[in-house]
């Protein structure tokens, strides 16, 4: 298996697979009824898709174990080696209402989400962590580009060069359209502070009505230690020759503040200088430890 390069679309790096079949990509017609999970990788996408797929399925445990996360909930553009299908193939198999998943930032969204006024969650974290966790996803998927050293790897992220672009811009997109375009934003970092609060509020987003004691269930099925042991959400069917989970695992740490770890306080420096500069425009409440 070759790890596939990066190609540029309409100014993002997107993985090659991907600009391969973007016009299929762009013009995905979603139904009024989708509902869309966003976020930029490793923001804590199979965390929200757990948890709408349990509020959908009133708290059904059996549920979230029928079958693997990407087929219960396809992610619109990935296109993988086979025999695993692509988030298209999936999609055009299942009827609405569907769940489906994207790393695409907002301009690349395909126009029919917004036009049908599909309901969007938008799930975003914090930068550090978010890279340190796109750093060891970049190890073991070996369809990704080669992460190298983290230092370089550092750079890369600040300066937009990695699968699906810009974090900044990635976070920033999403934030200054969530009232006009009726997204809910929610952040990994509240999640694991107050999972209930959250659950809660992905529920009213969704219009749906559900007990507290099914989201307390909820709860507890999508704590990380539940879900790390769930082989229907921690990859574990993925074969080998994409994910190698000998590497690093794919329910790595989920935790927040793990950046600390990573960043030496030279790079931290140097990170914070150049976000200060990135985030000057907007005021996104991320937090870097709860
Ligand atoms: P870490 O690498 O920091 O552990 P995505 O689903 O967007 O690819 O994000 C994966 C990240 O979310 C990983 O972060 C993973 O461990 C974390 N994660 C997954 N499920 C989680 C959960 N239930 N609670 C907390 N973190 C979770």
Redesign the pocket.
């Given at each position: 298996l070759k790890r596939f390069p990066l190609i540029d679309v309409q100014g993002v790096p997107l993985m090659s697979t991907i600009a391969a079949n973007w016009k299929s990509i762009s013009e995905f017609s979603p139904d009024p009824s989708d509902l869309l999970i966003a976020?930029y990788?490793?923001?804590?996408?199979?965390?929200?898709?757990?948890i709408v797929d349990l509020l959908l399925h009133n708290g059904d445990a059996e549920m979230c174990k029928r079958a693997p996360t990407t087929v219960r909930i396809p992610f619109l553009e990935i296109v993988s080696p086979p025999p695993i299908p692509s988030g298209l193939d999936l999609l055009k198999q299942m009827k609405p209402p569907r769940v489906i998943k994207t790393h695409l930032p907002i301009q690349l969204v395909p126009k029919g989400f917004w036009e049908n006024k599909c309901k969007v969650i938008y799930?975003a974290?914090n930068a550090k962590?978010n890279a340190?966790?796109y750093f060891?996803?970049d190890r073991m998927n070996l369809t990704q580009p080669e992460p190298g050293p983290w230092d370089g790897y550092v750079d890369k992220f600040m300066k937009g060069q990695l699968g699906w672009g810009s974090w900044y811009d990635h976070v920033k997109g999403y934030w200054k359209e969530r009232k006009e375009r009726n997204i809910l934003y929610i952040f990994?970092e509240d999640?694991?502070e107050n999972p209930h609060k959250e659950i809660e509020r992905i529920m009213r987003y969704m219009d749906l009505s559900v007990p507290d004691d099914v989201i307390e269930r909820i709860v507890q099925l999508?704590?990380?230690n539940?879900?790390?042991d769930n082989p229907m959400?921690n990859y574990s069917y993925m074969p080998k020759p994409v994910f190698d989970q000998s590497i690093s695992v794919?329910?790595?740490?989920?935790?927040v503040g793990?950046w600390v770890n990573h960043f030496t306080p030279a790079q931290s420096q140097v990170f914070d200088e150049d976000y200060a500069k990135q985030m000057k425009d907007v005021n996104i409440p991320f937090r870097f430890s709860i």
């Open positions: 976020t990788p490793k923001a804590g996408t199979t965390w929200t898709q757990e799930v974290r962590d340190v966790s060891h996803f990994y999640m694991k999508t704590s990380f539940v879900m790390k959400a794919f329910m790595r740490k989920g935790e793990d």
